[in-house]
């Protein structure tokens, strides 16, 4: 037997909370910058924030600073004054929107950034190489970069006990230790190993329940919207892993799309077809874009973006706390690993989702200014028809730059292929 109040207090807490959460990011981060304190710049596949957090470091996420100046419509600004000072229309757009960030002196549209103290970094998107070098050159900090070997050949992921696995870990292990050290140089403090021990117990709880709430989306209706509330639910997931606010949340989430689940509450009322989302969010017109679907009865259950974008915390995996070091290594390679995987072969990832998901439609998104995520997609799209019965859209925009973003004829794509799906639906009936 349910309340009301039960009911009005459980559904949307995730999304309240997680706003708030993000305020107090901020606030602390603008703090920071006005006192002139100390903080990392890390990005979201592998931030290595278990680490960072052991040694009190706030951290930045260039990536997330520079998609809010796109939800908040000014991101063409910075693009702007990027293109100015010589970056190319065409490469990333978060790239330009940090780089006007670091040219305003840290002004952007929630708060101060502080300037980095140290920049860590993996090879899961060539761009963070670059883009550390710019902070390198602009600020002469040191830059950690975390060479993560990628899985060899399809479908060959290793594991513990495997030789080549356990080359690898111990290849990411020295490469931690020697983050460590630079972490030592740069705070002026001592490691100790049983805060790193409770920040990882932390992070433990934010990876199994993210993975719960992934899993809970495969209920009809679906609980939440992989492309809108996932967003936010992805932000706390990164910027809040490894401490006690992040695990509460993600605790407080799992519990709130229980209840959602066990009392058929969808994310829209009316939930006709299920759809999965591929590439990065068109966020110059974030919430208009998901109306577009929504307005035919579409919900977006899952996305490859909740996978790569959480550095592969989708995984669940939990880190052994009797020998952290080395469980944070193997943890570190299979989820950035994992995150690479997700984003270089969709293609897993969607065969993962379809049928689990129930996934009536597969929506691809490339996109101009992220190639690391667009190159190929058109194949990924031909592959998929091939294996799976599964109408989808394929629609080109941006996640940064409003230039390429038009409405009007996104929308009539958008419109024939729902037509597309209620056609299919119709003569399935008659089958
Ligand atoms: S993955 Fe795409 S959006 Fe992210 S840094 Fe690389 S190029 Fe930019």
């Known amino acids: 037997m349910t309340t009301n109040t039960e009911s009005k207090d459980l559904v949307g807490r995730g999304n309240r909370d997680g706003a708030e959460l993000f305020r107090q990011w901020f606030n602390e981060l603008n703090q920071t910058a006005n006192e002139g304190g100390q903080c990392a710049y890390v990005f979201v596949m592998g931030s290595i924030n278990e680490i960072l957090k052991a040694f009190d470091l706030p951290v930045v996420f260039p990536e997330i600073n520079s998609l809010q100046t796109a939800v908040r419509r000014v991101a063409h600004e910075y693009l702007g004054e990027a293109e100015d000072y010589g970056y190319s229309p065409d490469i990333c757009g978060y790239v330009k929107a940090d780089v006007a960030v670091q040219l305003r002196h840290g002004e952007h549209p929630m708060g101060n950034i502080p300037q980095p103290s140290l920049a860590v ?60 050290t630079i972490c030592e140089q740069v705070t002026g403090k001592k490691f100790d190993i049983d805060k790193l021990r409770e920040v990882m117990k932390q992070a433990n709880t934010v990876s199994t329940c993210w993975n719960k709430v992934l899993d809970l989306n495969r209920s009809r209706p679906s609980v939440f919207s992989a492309l809108t509330d996932g967003t936010i639910y992805l932000g706390v997931a990164n ?65 490859t973006y909740l996978w790569f974008a959480s550095g592969g915390a989708n995984r669940g995996f939990e880190y052994d706390l009797k020998r952290p070091i080395e469980s944070l290594a193997e943890g570190v390679l299979i989820t950035v690993r994992d995150a690479m995987d997700s984003m270089f072969h969709q293609d897993y990832a969607l065969d993962a989702m379809i049928d689990d998901y129930h996934v009536d439609g597969i929506v691809y998104h490339p996109i101009k200014s992220c190639r690391t995520v667009s190159t190929g997609l058109a194949d990924v799209r031909q592959h998929v028809a091939k294996k799976h019965d599964v109408a989808s859209l394929f629609v080109e925009s941006d996640m940064m730059d409003r230039r390429v973003v038009t409405e009007a004829p996104m929308k009539n794509r958008i419109d024939a292929f729902f037509e597309g799906l209620a056609s299919r639906r119709q003569q399935a009936l008659l089958k």
């Not at 060539?126 to 060479?147: C, F, G, H, S």
């Not at 479908?155 to 983050?179: I, M, P």
């Not at 809040?240 to 709130?256: D, I, K, N, P, S």
Request: aromatic letters at 16%; charged letters at 20%.
């Open 121 to 180: 970094l993996t090879n899961a998107c060539n761009t963070y190489i670059k883009w550390a070098e710019i902070w390198q050159r602009m600020y002469d900090v040191p830059v950690v970069t975390i060479d993560i070997p990628g899985t060899r050949e399809a479908g060959g992921q290793t594991w513990q006990g495997n030789e080549h696995f356990d080359a690898d870990r111990r290849y990411v292990q020295a490469q931690l230790e020697e983050l460590i």
């Open 239 to 303: 910027g809040f892993r490894g401490t006690e606010a992040g695990a509460r949340y993600f605790q407080q989430l799992v519990e709130e799309m229980e209840y959602k689940a066990a009392h058929g509450i969808g994310t829209i009322t009316d939930e006709i077809y299920r759809l999965v989302f591929v590439g990065v969010p068109c966020y110059p017109i974030f919430r208009r874009f998901n109306e577009m679907f929504t307005e035919w009865g579409g919900t977006f259950v899952h996305s």
